[in-house]
Every structure is written in structure tokens, then in C-alpha cells.
């Protein structure tokens, strides 16, 4: 197993002490119970597991290693991947490649002077870290929300900007009425119908409408709108995908691509609509790799019993 980060690389970016919004059944693989303190586990428990997975199963791991390429010579023969390695590039051999990459790595970017000054950040790490300071949280969704209220709840003097005239109806039932309280109350500053023109070291600077403009006091600055798949990649490797939607060209019982050999698993099946394949029926995917018949078809009625719960 690769991966271009450390082991289930997608869970070290999330906010630290941040809680699933599922519970522990949804994440287990392998027949290996989750054990967390709470009805639900947190960033930390879920780390801990899956690196309990990986030394019962004694899977082979190699962290830090980023697949850039694959090739094969002739129609039959194997695929050599290159490698980026810490001590350089590497290329080895295999019958099968199984893309399972995911998006987080991939932050979506607002393309604007500024966002790449230190302060500038398109994860969000943790609350305490800005406490008492002038903090602008770009985005409209779950994450940018929840943010925005532990970041106040913090300490930290909070605006969210938003292009939405409102925010998104999937943000979750408990995070909505927090955050409009916060905003009627005075305590979190919102701004709708606006985007990000420019960041510089002490402010944001939106435009709201045609032509009004507004700067905004900026200490810190969380960009949290969104990841996506890296097209360009899958399809260098010869991957077709559809134009519109960016879904790759797959066996729907085995998930192999038009490329022979090279599989993909996860939210990446989906294109651009991302959302539609999460934690708890991605991990179904193995089953139809690597899975027989019966294998398969239990992992197809597995998937279509679990969806994503009202809000999320």
C-alpha cells in the first residue's frame, strides 16, 4: 500500500479532536471492532485503529510515497509504477493498481493575491490557535460552519464569507440554528453574496453585488471550500473520463477501469459528485476487487443499506 502521506493520510488533515459523525460500526473493517470512549469516535480513536489494522494484518505500508505514473509494455505484460520517494524516484512492478486516493489532498482554491501568504490555510487544524484574533472562515458548508463556531467559542473574533445567498440546506440540523443564533446575537459576523478578491498580511477584501467592496480584519484565514479529485492524473494514465461529470469509465462488478489492471475505490468512482461515496460504503469496495461472486454481491447490498445520514 502507498500512500503519499502517513497511514489513512485523508483522517491527519481532519481538525484535531474532531468527532465522526458516524458511529463506530461505520468505519470498522475487516471484522476489527472500533473501541472509543464516546458514542462516537474522535479523529484520535479512528487514527489509532486503523494503525491497529495494519500491524494485526500486517499490511504492507509505505508512507511518504507518491505514485506519479503507469505504465505497461506490450498488452499483456505487468504495470511498472514510478514512485516519488524521499531518497528519490523508484519504479516497481505489479499485476493489479487499485486507486483508492480520495480528494482531501486536493483543497479547492479561491485564486485570489494572497492565498498563498502563511496565514492562509485550506484545513482547518484546531480552535485555540486563534484565540483572539480577527478570523475570516471563506465557505458555506459543514466545515466552514463548524469552524466558524469553535473558532468564536474560542475566542477568536469571527467573520464567515460565503458567495451563497444562504447557506447550504445539507448543513447539519444541530450546526444551523447554533451558527444563525450566533449571527442574530451579533457575536459571528456573516457575510452572504460576497467573494474573497484579494488577502493581504492584515485583511480580506470581498466584493458583495456588482461593485462593492469591503475589507475585512484578517489574522487568520481558513479557506474551507471544498475538495476534488485529481482528474488531470487519472487521466494520464489513460483512465477515460466523462467530460461533464468526471466519472471514470468502470466495470460496475469489479470496478476495473478501461485500463486494464487499474482499479478505483472510493469517492473517486463518483466523479465530481464526490459526496456520494463516503466512509461507511467506500469501505465496500475491496470486496469487489478482490472479492468472488458471492463477495460482490454482499458488498453491492452493503452499499446501497448505507447512506448518507439527513444532513451530512
Known amino acids: 500500500m502507498l500512500d503519499a502521506g502517513a497511514i489513512v493520510n485523508s483522517i491527519v488533515h481532519y481538525p484535531i479532536g474532531m468527532t465522526f459523525f458516524t458511529t463506530p460500526e461505520g468505519l470498522e473493517i475487516g471484522g476489527h471492532p472500533i473501541v472509543c470512549a464516546g458514542a462516537k469516535p ?5 487514527m489509532k485503529y486503523y494503525r491497529g489494522v495494519v500491524r494485526t494484518e500486517g499490511i504492507r505500508v509505505r508512507p511518504y510515497v507518491k505514485l506519479t505514473g503507469a505504465d505497461r509494455s506490450g498488452d499483456r505484460g505487468p504495470l511498472t509504477l514510478s514512485l516519488e520517494t524521499r531518497l528519490g524516484p523508484e519504479r516497481i512492478t505489479t499485476d493489479t493498481l487499485v486507486l483508492a486516493t480520495g480528494y482531501f ?13 502563511p496565514h492562509v490555510h485550506h484545513y482547518f487544524d484546531e480552535p485555540h490557535r486563534s484565540s483572539g484574533l480577527d478570523v475570516v472562515v471563506v465557505g458555506g458548508k459543514n466545515s466552514a460552519v463548524e469552524a466558524a463556531l469553535q473558532l468564536y467559542r474560542a475566542g477568536a473574533r469571527v467573520t464567515l464569507v460565503y458567495r451563497g445567498k444562504a447557506l447550504k ?8 440554528p447554533d451558527f ?8 459571528i459576523e456573516a457575510r452572504f453574496g460576497a467573494e474573497v478578491t484579494a488577502i493581504d498580511p492584515r485583511e480580506v477584501t470581498i466584493r458583495t453585488g456588482w461593485k462593492r467592496q469591503e475589507t475585512i480584519p484578517a489574522d487568520r484565514v481558513y479557506a474551507l471550500i471544498g475538495f476534488t479529485p485529481d482528474f488531470d492524473f487519472f487521466r494520464s494514465l489513460g483512465i477515460a473520463l466523462d467530460q461533464e461529470t468526471g466519472r471514470p ?4 462488478e469489479t470496478l476495473e477501469t ?7 475505490a472510493g469517492s473517486i468512482i463518483s466523479g465530481k459528485k464526490i459526496s456520494e461515496v463516503f466512509i ?3 469501505r465496500y469496495d475491496g470486496e469487489k476487487i478482490f472479492g468472488d ?7 453491492d447490498q452493503l452499499y446501497e443499506t448505507r447512506v448518507r445520514p439527513e444532513g451530512e
Open 42 to 46: 474522535t479523529r484520535e480513536e479512528a
Open 105 to 117: 489532498d486536493r483543497p479547492n482554491r479561491l485564486d485570489v493575491p494572497g492565498e498563498d501568504l
Open 169 to 176: 440546506p445539507t448543513v447539519k440540523y444541530w450546526l444551523r
Open 180 to 187: 444563525e443564533n450566533r449571527v442574530k446575537a451579533g457575536e
Open 249 to 252: 469509465t468502470i466495470d460496475p
Open 258 to 264: 478501461n485500463v486494464r489492471g487499474i482499479h478505483m
Open 280 to 282: 461507511e460504503n467506500g
Open 293 to 299: 461472486e458471492a463477495a460482490r454481491r454482499r458488498a
